[in-house]
């Protein structure tokens, strides 16, 4: 936990005296180094202004995923404190079968030998629920080599093989995808054979692939079996060599041997084991069992500063009569331990805390027994007092966030918002229900709720956005649609309805009397396994509710993804049947980092083609939302595709109102999705070049887009100047593999003699910031040459500029 983030001091000492002045934003793009030189002459008519521009367009969205919040933003230093992230999942050992009772997404259990080469694995499955069929894994190597056999996916419609893929995606279909479904309450035969690259999968007895894949074959690993929202029992599992050997026959070990949740170790003589009965609340709880030494739970990774207070807590029932101990210790051997009276029979709370006089970047936490006895432990929480001081976020985070000045946040999703159940969120912290599935290496415990997020947004300054989940099937199961209507509308009521009401009762009585005021409500996420109808009729469903509950909030409809054709027959559908209901039309797309040079013009002509709809349609106010957007990756392309879309964003400002890119922030332990502004692990962060980009723009923001004179070809440029017209603002992206001479007027003419010129040139569209080099890309002063009402400057290949003029 690294208090304040080492970025480049030359750029921050340096931010008051550029915000006074004349603003040049250029990018050049290249592929290597520069091998000739274009001069480029414009021409800023400051006195021509084309449109306002929304300061919401520097917006931004915080979704619970790869432990943003979890794990990062939010203060708490021990993750999966109540033990429902664990390898065991929802499966459970009912009467000799494996039961897998719950809707969520890449459910897997897998056991057996990771040497095993060429067998058989065979077993029955019966679905009892949801929407899809049974998951088969085998030759299970981790959770990126392995196959798996797909029976009743793709909406159970057909049959395949899946293999775990090594090209930045974690599994694709490889082989024949027979047509085929899976019933529900029928028992399925199963058979799996591996033979060197050749798999046969039967299904009730049925032979219904026979595939050799490529070179690129896993040879050996485990089985499994796993789920995707769908409910599944599994029996009589059985393993046998193709000579006949038995190598597996029963249950898997893992659900009837000692485990331990995900990021906790048993340590000492101790046993642990994961249980389900009588949790504090939600599904799991840990046991430990004491056999005479000290011996219980640990977890490690936890960075502990000199001098600072850790308050902490657990919920702990049982028999102990040696007593409990909870324990501090530090990567040298440094203690600090304190004991706990003796458990009770039901579920108590016990505190404790430690001021170590050591620091460690890899301090462990320890919670056991003294001598023989069996206890339960739930919810265990540590956080440092200044922390708790500060809304109980992590400062240097919180901080990362602040500088960026968002003026709007979204939250809490993205695909997380669409089976988010916000009463799970509220109210003290051990009472919180958890998420209902685990999705991109989290299984949020709901820690950071609807009164974090606000309070979030008011610390930053920003306006809070939320995104409703309206009970779609997929992400919910089969639910009833007026049950979340009414969950929506009494969101609403909590977050702003007066003391007085049922909801805004609760909301005072959880610690905030004043309504909040949440202006910005989003109608779901990504509907489109919907269809556009069904999803218009929808929003025509929710849409007047929502605002008979507050009148005064503004609503966003889901748009289109990509730029495409199929993108804009959504948009047209929406905007035809919903435009008089909504406010905003969200839209998203998510773009290949080889493209900076093209993308941001190529969605750019996505953006008019749907204003065009919306000039046609029954409110021509609605505005564009693009709520998700980056460049995959956080290397220096996605910093010139950040400055070129952020460019387009201006140039649209007239119909375009917000953005919010996509991933805010990601700990470097995510196995994908590598694109976040923020990274970070428990001892700091660094910014990518997209946050260093953006960082840029945004601290050089003007509300009045100016016209410009000249060849833009080269150019992707916008001009503007601030509300009060004392600053003007130049910004470019620069495509080409040139170094480019630019040569810029400002009419009427203007006084340049005190420019200034600070310059972004990492030299390499790889290159990229780490925890190690935080500011490898960063701004640094550079050469420039002012000549009465001109400045000129050079820009080198692959690099980014500002120029300020007073």
Same mark, same amino acid.
């Given at each position: 936990?690294?208090?304040?983030?080492? @970025?480049?001091?030359?750029?921050?000492?340096?931010?008051?005296?550029?915000?006074?002045?004349?603003?040049?934003?250029?990018?050049?793009?290249?592929?290597?180094?520069?091998?000739?030189?274009?001069?480029?002459?414009?021409?800023?008519?400051?006195?021509?202004?084309?449109?306002?521009?929304?300061?919401?367009?520097?917006?931004?969205?915080?979704?619970?995923?790869?432990?943003?919040?979890?794990?990062?933003?939010?203060?708490?230093?021990?993750?999966?404190?109540?033990?429902?992230?664990?390898?065991?999942?929802? =499966?459970?050992?009912?009467?000799?079968?494996?039961?897998?009772?719950?809707?969520?997404?890449?459910?897997?259990?897998?056991?057996?030998?990771?040497?095993?080469? %060429?067998? *058989?694995?065979?077993?029955?499955?019966?679905?009892?629920?949801?929407?899809?069929?049974?998951?088969?894994?085998?030759?299970?190597?981790?959770?990126?080599?392995?196959?798996?056999?797909?029976?009743?996916?793709?909406?159970?419609?057909?049959?395949?093989?899946?293999?775990?893929?090594?090209?930045?995606?974690?599994? +694709?279909?490889?082989?024949?995808?027979?047509?085929?479904?899976?019933?529900?309450?029928?028992?399925?035969?199963?058979?799996?054979?591996?033979?060197?690259?050749?798999?046969?999968?039967?299904?009730?007895? *049925?032979?219904?692939?026979?595939?050799?894949?490529?070179?690129?074959?896993?040879?050996?690993?485990?089985?499994?079996?796993?789920?995707?929202?769908?409910?599944?029992?599994?029996?009589?599992? /059985?393993?046998?060599?193709?000579?006949?050997?038995?190598?597996?026959?029963?249950?898997?070990?893992?659900?009837?041997?000692?485990?331990?949740? #995900?990021?906790?170790?048993?340590?000492?003589?101790?046993?642990?084991?994961?249980?389900?009965?009588?949790?504090?609340?939600?599904?799991?709880?840990?046991?430990?069992?004491?056999?005479? %030494?000290?011996?219980?739970?640990?977890?490690? /990774?936890?960075?502990?500063?000199?001098? &600072?207070?850790?308050?902490?807590?657990?919920?702990?029932?049982?028999?102990?009569?040696?007593?409990?101990?909870?324990?501090?210790?530090?990567?040298?051997?440094?203690?600090?331990?304190?004991?706990?009276?003796?458990?009770?029979?039901?579920?108590?709370?016990? #505190?404790? /805390?430690?001021?170590?006089?050591?620091?460690?970047?890899?301090?462990?936490?320890?919670?056991?027994?003294?001598?023989?006895?069996?206890? =339960?432990?739930?919810?265990?929480?540590?956080?440092?007092?200044?922390?708790?001081?500060?809304?109980?976020?992590?400062?240097?985070?919180?901080?990362?966030?602040?500088?960026?000045?968002?003026?709007?946040?979204?939250?809490?999703?993205?695909?997380?918002?669409?089976?988010?159940?916000?009463?799970?969120?509220? +109210?003290?912290? $051990?009472?919180?229900?958890?998420?209902?599935?685990?999705?991109?290496?989290?299984?949020?415990?709901?820690?950071?709720?609807?009164?974090?997020?606000?309070?979030?947004?008011?610390?930053?300054?920003? *306006?809070?956005?939320?995104?409703?989940?309206?009970?779609?099937?997929?992400?919910?199961?089969?639910?009833?649609? &007026?049950?979340?209507?009414?969950?929506?509308?009494?969101?609403?009521? $909590?977050?702003?309805?007066?003391?007085?009401?049922?909801?805004?009762?609760?909301?005072?009585?959880?610690?905030?009397?004043?309504?909040?005021?949440?202006?910005?409500?989003?109608?779901?996420?990504?509907?489109?396994?919907?269809?556009?109808?069904?999803?218009?009729?929808?929003?025509?469903?929710?849409?007047?509710? @929502?605002?008979?509950?507050?009148?005064?909030?503004?609503?966003?409809?889901?748009?289109?993804?990509?730029?495409?054709?199929?993108?804009?027959?959504?948009?047209?559908?929406?905007?035809?049947?919903?435009?008089?209901?909504?406010?905003?039309?969200?839209?998203?797309?998510?773009?290949?980092?080889?493209?900076?040079?093209?993308?941001?013009? @190529?969605?750019?002509?996505?953006?008019?083609?749907?204003?065009?709809?919306?000039?046609?349609?029954?409110?021509?106010?609605?505005?564009?939302?693009?709520?998700?957007?980056?460049?995959?990756?956080?290397?220096?392309?996605?910093?010139? $595709?950040?400055?070129?879309?952020?460019?387009?964003?201006?140039?649209?400002?007239?119909?375009?109102? @917000?953005?919010?890119?996509?991933?805010?922030?990601?700990?470097?332990?995510?196995?994908?999705?590598?694109?976040?502004?923020?990274?970070?692990?428990?001892?700091?962060?660094?910014?990518?070049?997209?946050?260093?980009?953006?960082?840029?723009?945004?601290?050089?923001?003007?509300?009045?887009?100016?016209?410009?004179?000249?060849?833009?070809?080269?150019?992707?440029?916008?001009?503007?100047?601030?509300?009060?017209?004392?600053?003007?603002?130049?910004?470019?992206?620069?495509?080409?593999?040139?170094?480019?001479?630019?040569?810029?007027?400002?009419?009427?003419?203007?006084?340049?003699?005190?420019?200034?010129?600070?310059?972004?040139?990492?030299?390499?569209?790889?290159?990229?910031?780490?925890?190690?080099?935080?500011?490898?890309?960063?701004?640094?002063?550079?050469?420039?040459?002012?000549?009465?009402?001109?400045?000129?400057?050079?820009?080198?290949?692959?690099?980014?500029?500002?120029?300020?003029?007073?």
């Amino acid at each position: 936990m690294v208090w304040e983030h080492k @970025m480049c001091r030359k750029t921050t000492k340096s931010k008051n005296k550029i915000s006074r002045y004349v603003l040049l934003v250029v990018a050049v793009t290249s592929t290597g180094a520069s091998h000739a030189e274009t001069d480029v002459r414009l021409s800023i008519r400051s006195d021509k202004v084309v449109h306002t521009i929304d300061e919401k367009i520097y917006g931004h969205f915080l979704e619970h995923i790869y432990h943003s919040c979890n794990g990062g933003l939010w203060g708490e230093l021990i993750w999966n404190r109540s033990f429902e992230q664990n390898n065991v999942g929802q =499966w459970s050992v009912e009467g000799g079968e494996i039961v897998q009772a719950g809707m969520g997404t890449n459910q897997r259990l897998v056991f057996g030998d990771p040497s095993w080469r %060429d067998y *058989e694995f065979t077993l029955e499955a019966k679905k009892t629920g949801g929407s899809e069929g049974f998951l088969i894994l085998f030759r299970v190597q981790n959770d990126k080599e392995f196959y798996w056999c797909n029976l009743g996916g793709w909406g159970n419609t057909r049959h395949g093989l899946e293999r775990g893929l090594d090209n930045n995606r974690r599994w +694709g279909p490889i082989g024949p995808q027979p047509t085929g479904s899976i019933k529900t309450g029928h028992w399925y035969k199963i058979k799996i054979r591996c033979q060197e690259r050749r798999f046969g999968v039967w299904l009730d007895e *049925e032979q219904i692939i026979d595939f050799t894949d490529d070179e690129r074959a896993h040879l050996s690993g485990k089985v499994g079996v796993g789920t995707w929202a769908t409910k599944v029992v599994f029996r009589d599992f /059985k393993v046998t060599s193709l000579g006949g050997d038995v190598l597996y026959d029963g249950l898997p070990k893992i659900l009837v041997q000692p485990n331990t949740a #995900r990021f906790w170790k048993a340590y000492g003589t101790a046993e642990a084991y994961l249980d389900t009965y009588d949790p504090l609340n939600s599904q799991y709880c840990q046991r430990i069992i004491g056999t005479g %030494d000290e011996g219980g739970l640990q977890q490690d /990774k936890l960075c502990i500063r000199k001098g &600072e207070i850790y308050n902490g807590s657990l919920w702990v029932k049982g028999h102990a009569p040696g007593g409990l101990v909870v324990s501090l210790v530090g990567d040298k051997g440094q203690k600090e331990i304190q004991d706990t009276s003796t458990p009770a029979s039901y579920w108590r709370e016990f #505190r404790f /805390k430690f001021k170590p006089t050591w620091q460690s970047d890899n301090a462990v936490i320890r919670i056991g027994l003294k001598a023989e006895g069996q206890i =339960w432990i739930d919810q265990v929480s540590m956080m440092p007092d200044s922390w708790r001081r500060n809304s109980c976020l992590r400062p240097d985070l919180l901080k990362a966030i602040a500088d960026l000045k968002p003026p709007i946040i979204r939250w809490p999703g993205g695909c997380f918002a669409s089976a988010y159940r916000w009463k799970d969120g509220i +109210g003290p912290q $051990y009472k919180r229900g958890v998420y209902p599935r685990e999705i991109w290496d989290d299984k949020e415990v709901n820690s950071f709720g609807s009164d974090e997020f606000v309070a979030l947004c008011r610390e930053v300054g920003a *306006e809070p956005l939320i995104v409703v989940n309206i009970g779609t099937e997929p992400w919910n199961g089969d639910v009833d649609e &007026e049950l979340f209507l009414q969950e929506v509308c009494n969101w609403i009521e $909590y977050c702003n309805g007066p003391v007085d009401s049922r909801w805004g009762r609760v909301r005072a009585e959880n610690g905030h009397a004043e309504p909040y005021h949440v202006k910005y409500w989003e109608i779901d996420n990504e509907t489109w396994h919907m269809g556009a109808d069904n999803y218009a009729a929808a929003v025509r469903r929710f849409a007047p509710a @929502m605002k008979k509950v507050d009148p005064t909030i503004k609503l966003a409809a889901c748009g289109s993804a990509g730029y495409g054709k199929g993108g804009l027959d959504w948009n047209k559908i929406i905007i035809e049947r919903c435009a008089d209901l909504i406010d905003y039309l969200s839209i998203h797309h998510y773009e290949n980092p080889n493209n900076f040079k093209d993308g941001p013009r @190529m969605y750019e002509a996505f953006f008019r083609q749907t204003a065009q709809l919306i000039e046609k349609s029954a409110n021509r106010n609605l505005k564009i939302y693009v709520s998700e957007w980056n460049a995959q990756s956080t290397d220096w392309r996605t910093g010139l $595709y950040c400055g070129g879309l952020l460019n387009a964003f201006e140039r649209c400002g007239g119909f375009l109102e @917000m953005g919010g890119p996509a991933l805010f922030l990601r700990h470097l332990s995510a196995t994908a999705w590598d694109n976040a502004f923020i990274n970070f692990d428990h001892t700091g962060w660094f910014a990518a070049p997209n946050y260093v980009v953006m960082k840029l723009w945004r601290d050089n923001f003007g509300a009045r887009l100016l016209e410009i004179e000249g060849n833009t070809n080269v150019l992707n440029a916008v001009a503007t100047k601030s509300a009060d017209g004392k600053s003007l603002f130049f910004k470019a992206v620069n495509p080409s593999d040139e170094k480019v001479t630019v040569v810029l007027s400002i009419l009427p003419d203007l006084d340049t003699s005190k420019a200034e010129f600070h310059l972004i040139a990492p030299g390499d569209l790889r290159a990229r910031n780490t925890l190690a080099r935080p500011c490898n890309i960063k701004p640094e002063p550079s050469r420039i040459v002012a000549e009465e009402s001109q400045v000129r400057f050079d820009l080198p290949g692959l690099s980014a500029g500002v120029v300020t003029i007073r």
